[in-house]
Protein backbone atom coordinates (compact mmCIF):
# COMPACT_ATOMS: atom_id res chain seq x y z
CA UNK A 1 0.00 0.00 0.00
CA UNK A 2 2.91 2.39 -0.16
CA UNK A 3 3.13 4.87 -2.41
CA UNK A 4 6.54 6.42 -3.87
CA UNK A 5 7.05 9.79 -5.26
CA UNK A 6 10.56 10.31 -6.79
CA UNK A 7 11.30 14.05 -6.71
CA UNK A 8 14.43 13.88 -8.57
CA UNK A 9 17.40 11.14 -8.46
CA UNK A 10 18.48 12.41 -5.18
CA UNK A 11 15.05 12.89 -3.29
CA UNK A 12 12.10 9.96 -2.96
CA UNK A 13 8.73 10.34 -0.99
CA UNK A 14 7.36 7.04 0.71
CA UNK A 15 3.92 7.94 1.63
CA UNK A 16 1.93 5.96 4.36
CA UNK A 17 -1.03 6.03 6.62
CA UNK A 18 0.48 7.54 9.75
CA UNK A 19 4.05 8.93 8.55
CA UNK A 20 5.59 9.64 5.48
CA UNK A 21 9.36 8.86 4.92
CA UNK A 22 11.30 11.55 2.92
CA UNK A 23 14.93 10.28 1.43
CA UNK A 24 17.82 12.46 0.73
CA UNK A 25 21.01 11.29 -0.87
CA UNK A 26 23.66 12.75 1.43
CA UNK A 27 27.53 13.50 1.22
CA UNK A 28 29.72 13.76 3.25
CA UNK A 29 29.46 17.59 4.41
CA UNK A 30 25.96 16.26 5.19
CA UNK A 31 26.83 14.20 8.36
CA UNK A 32 29.50 17.30 9.29
CA UNK A 33 26.51 19.56 9.66
CA UNK A 34 24.88 16.81 12.49
CA UNK A 35 27.35 17.24 14.56
CA UNK A 36 25.03 19.09 17.19
CA UNK A 37 22.79 18.10 20.16
CA UNK A 38 20.16 19.24 22.64
CA UNK A 39 21.55 19.91 25.86
CA UNK A 40 17.71 20.45 26.94
CA UNK A 41 14.24 20.96 25.23
CA UNK A 42 14.13 24.39 23.35
CA UNK A 43 10.44 25.23 24.38
CA UNK A 44 7.89 24.77 21.52
CA UNK A 45 10.80 24.19 18.92
CA UNK A 46 12.18 20.74 17.60
CA UNK A 47 14.65 19.20 14.73
CA UNK A 48 13.10 16.64 12.45
CA UNK A 49 16.35 15.06 12.50
CA UNK A 50 17.50 12.44 10.22
CA UNK A 51 16.77 8.92 11.77
CA UNK A 52 18.41 6.65 9.48
CA UNK A 53 21.76 6.87 7.20
CA UNK A 54 22.41 3.97 4.76
CA UNK A 55 24.15 3.42 1.55
CA UNK A 56 22.53 1.68 -1.80
CA UNK A 57 25.43 0.80 -4.48
CA UNK A 58 28.01 2.79 -2.49
CA UNK A 59 25.54 5.66 -2.48
CA UNK A 60 24.80 7.72 0.85
CA UNK A 61 21.29 8.39 2.04
CA UNK A 62 19.34 9.47 4.65
CA UNK A 63 15.41 9.31 5.76
CA UNK A 64 13.46 11.17 8.06
CA UNK A 65 9.68 10.53 9.36
CA UNK A 66 7.30 13.34 8.65
CA UNK A 67 3.85 13.21 10.17
CA UNK A 68 0.76 14.58 8.01
CA UNK A 69 -0.20 16.45 10.30
CA UNK A 70 2.77 19.23 10.60
CA UNK A 71 1.92 21.84 8.02
CA UNK A 72 4.20 24.61 6.86
CA UNK A 73 3.87 27.85 8.66
CA UNK A 74 1.36 30.29 6.74
CA UNK A 75 3.25 33.66 7.42
CA UNK A 76 6.07 35.19 8.39
CA UNK A 77 4.31 36.58 11.42
CA UNK A 78 3.49 32.81 12.14
CA UNK A 79 7.12 31.62 11.76
CA UNK A 80 9.29 34.57 13.23
CA UNK A 81 8.96 33.39 17.16
CA UNK A 82 10.94 30.24 15.91
CA UNK A 83 13.71 32.36 14.33
CA UNK A 84 14.41 34.70 17.46
CA UNK A 85 13.82 31.36 19.34
CA UNK A 86 16.91 29.59 17.60
CA UNK A 87 18.52 32.44 18.76
CA UNK A 88 16.94 33.29 22.43
CA UNK A 89 17.80 29.14 23.75
CA UNK A 90 21.02 28.82 21.76
CA UNK A 91 22.53 27.91 24.99
CA UNK A 92 20.56 24.68 25.10
CA UNK A 93 22.19 23.37 21.32
CA UNK A 94 25.66 21.95 21.71
CA UNK A 95 27.50 21.81 18.06
CA UNK A 96 31.02 20.54 17.70
CA UNK A 97 32.03 22.08 14.61
CA UNK A 98 34.74 25.19 14.82
CA UNK A 99 32.89 28.29 15.22
CA UNK A 100 33.22 30.28 11.61
CA UNK A 101 34.66 33.64 12.04
CA UNK A 102 33.37 36.91 9.79
CA UNK A 103 36.03 36.05 7.83
CA UNK A 104 35.33 32.76 7.13
CA UNK A 105 31.97 33.56 6.48
CA UNK A 106 32.70 36.25 3.57
CA UNK A 107 35.38 33.88 2.39
CA UNK A 108 32.32 31.55 1.63
CA UNK A 109 33.42 28.39 3.95
CA UNK A 110 30.16 26.97 3.94
CA UNK A 111 29.55 26.86 0.41
CA UNK A 112 30.68 23.87 -0.61
CA UNK A 113 32.45 24.68 -3.52
CA UNK A 114 34.75 21.75 -3.77
CA UNK A 115 32.17 19.27 -3.08
CA UNK A 116 32.30 16.72 -5.96
CA UNK A 117 28.40 15.72 -5.90
CA UNK A 118 26.19 13.77 -7.93
CA UNK A 119 26.27 13.88 -11.65
CA UNK A 120 22.67 15.77 -11.86
CA UNK A 121 24.58 18.61 -10.85
CA UNK A 122 26.63 20.98 -12.80
CA UNK A 123 30.11 22.44 -11.76
CA UNK A 124 30.35 25.49 -10.50
CA UNK A 125 31.98 28.51 -11.76
CA UNK A 126 35.22 28.93 -12.27
CA UNK A 127 35.50 33.02 -11.41
CA UNK A 128 37.40 33.84 -8.64
CA UNK A 129 35.62 34.83 -5.60
CA UNK A 130 38.26 37.60 -4.62
CA UNK A 131 36.36 40.14 -6.59
CA UNK A 132 33.44 39.77 -4.26
CA UNK A 133 34.73 39.43 -0.83
CA UNK A 134 36.91 42.82 -1.94
CA UNK A 135 33.38 44.31 -2.82
CA UNK A 136 31.60 43.35 0.20
CA UNK A 137 34.61 45.09 2.54
CA UNK A 138 34.05 47.97 0.33
CA UNK A 139 30.61 47.99 1.02
CA UNK A 140 30.49 46.98 4.63
CA UNK A 141 33.43 48.39 6.41
CA UNK A 142 31.66 51.45 8.21
CA UNK A 143 28.97 48.42 9.25
CA UNK A 144 31.10 46.42 10.38
CA UNK A 145 30.49 45.59 14.48
CA UNK A 146 32.68 46.43 16.78
CA UNK A 147 33.64 44.33 19.84
CA UNK A 148 33.12 41.06 18.07
CA UNK A 149 33.77 39.12 20.95
CA UNK A 150 30.31 40.83 22.41
CA UNK A 151 28.15 38.90 19.64
CA UNK A 152 26.92 35.94 20.58
CA UNK A 153 27.66 32.48 19.45
CA UNK A 154 25.69 29.17 18.72
CA UNK A 155 23.83 26.84 16.11
CA UNK A 156 22.92 28.92 12.74
CA UNK A 157 20.20 27.19 10.44
CA UNK A 158 21.58 28.86 7.34
CA UNK A 159 18.29 28.01 5.65
CA UNK A 160 15.87 29.40 7.96
CA UNK A 161 12.79 30.32 5.97
CA UNK A 162 8.75 29.38 6.00
CA UNK A 163 9.03 26.51 4.26
CA UNK A 164 11.79 24.82 6.42
CA UNK A 165 9.51 26.24 9.42
CA UNK A 166 6.34 23.67 9.99
CA UNK A 167 3.85 23.80 13.02
CA UNK A 168 1.66 21.11 14.92
CA UNK A 169 -0.16 21.20 17.78
CA UNK A 170 3.15 20.51 19.80
CA UNK A 171 5.01 24.00 18.32
CA UNK A 172 7.77 24.23 15.65
CA UNK A 173 9.48 21.59 13.94
CA UNK A 174 12.17 22.73 11.86
CA UNK A 175 12.71 20.61 8.86
CA UNK A 176 15.63 20.16 6.56
CA UNK A 177 19.08 20.51 8.92
CA UNK A 178 21.51 21.72 6.33
CA UNK A 179 22.61 24.15 6.02
CA UNK A 180 24.15 24.67 9.68
CA UNK A 181 27.24 26.10 10.73
CA UNK A 182 28.57 27.23 14.61
CA UNK A 183 29.01 30.57 14.08
CA UNK A 184 26.82 34.13 15.54
CA UNK A 185 23.35 33.50 16.64
CA UNK A 186 21.97 36.64 14.95
CA UNK A 187 22.56 35.19 11.63
CA UNK A 188 19.21 33.08 12.52
CA UNK A 189 17.36 36.18 12.30
CA UNK A 190 19.14 37.75 9.36
CA UNK A 191 18.64 34.43 7.53
CA UNK A 192 15.05 34.42 8.34
CA UNK A 193 15.27 38.55 7.41
CA UNK A 194 17.06 37.44 4.33
CA UNK A 195 14.92 34.53 2.90
CA UNK A 196 11.31 36.01 3.81
CA UNK A 197 11.43 39.92 3.56
CA UNK A 198 14.62 41.12 1.51
CA UNK A 199 14.19 38.07 -1.64
CA UNK A 200 10.75 38.09 -1.74
CA UNK A 201 10.54 42.37 -1.90
CA UNK A 202 8.06 42.23 0.98
CA UNK A 203 7.91 46.36 1.51
CA UNK A 204 4.95 46.15 3.06
CA UNK A 205 6.32 44.03 5.79
CA UNK A 206 9.81 45.06 6.07
CA UNK A 207 9.75 47.63 9.14
CA UNK A 208 7.57 45.90 11.29
CA UNK A 209 9.23 42.72 11.21
CA UNK A 210 12.85 44.11 11.47
CA UNK A 211 11.69 46.02 14.61
CA UNK A 212 9.87 42.29 15.89
CA UNK A 213 13.39 40.81 15.50
CA UNK A 214 15.33 43.46 16.51
CA UNK A 215 13.17 43.13 19.58
CA UNK A 216 14.28 39.67 20.13
CA UNK A 217 18.17 40.68 19.83
CA UNK A 218 20.61 41.29 23.18
CA UNK A 219 21.84 44.92 22.70
CA UNK A 220 25.46 43.98 20.91
CA UNK A 221 23.64 41.91 18.60
CA UNK A 222 20.75 44.52 17.58
CA UNK A 223 23.48 46.80 16.93
CA UNK A 224 24.74 44.54 14.73
CA UNK A 225 21.57 43.42 13.32
CA UNK A 226 21.67 45.26 9.76
CA UNK A 227 25.13 44.18 9.19
CA UNK A 228 24.36 40.64 9.24
CA UNK A 229 22.09 41.50 6.93
CA UNK A 230 24.29 42.26 4.24
CA UNK A 231 25.96 38.98 5.12
CA UNK A 232 23.23 37.26 5.09
CA UNK A 233 22.06 38.49 1.35
CA UNK A 234 26.27 38.07 0.41
CA UNK A 235 26.45 34.55 1.23
CA UNK A 236 22.69 34.01 -0.61
CA UNK A 237 24.45 35.61 -3.96
CA UNK A 238 27.59 33.44 -3.46
CA UNK A 239 25.87 30.69 -3.20
CA UNK A 240 23.93 31.35 -6.03
CA UNK A 241 26.16 32.43 -8.15
CA UNK A 242 29.37 29.30 -7.20
CA UNK A 243 27.25 26.26 -5.48
CA UNK A 244 26.77 23.56 -7.62
CA UNK A 245 23.36 23.00 -6.27
CA UNK A 246 22.30 26.22 -6.87
CA UNK A 247 22.59 26.47 -10.71
Given at each position: ?????VQSPNRILVFGQSNHIFIKRWFQDNLREQAFFFLEDIPGVRFLNYDRVFTIEKEMYASVRIDPLLEIAASVEE??????????FRSMIGILTPKLSLDEL??????????IKADTHPAPSNASLEPAIEYFHH?????????????????VHED??????????????LIDPDPVLHSYSVMNASNFFV???????????????RSQLLLGLENSDREAFDFF?????????IRRSFHRDLH
Open positions: GLKFAALPCAIALYRVRGNHNNYDLVTDQHLPTGESRLVCGLLNCHNIMRDSNGFCNEIIVKKDDVNFGRIVLLSLYRLL
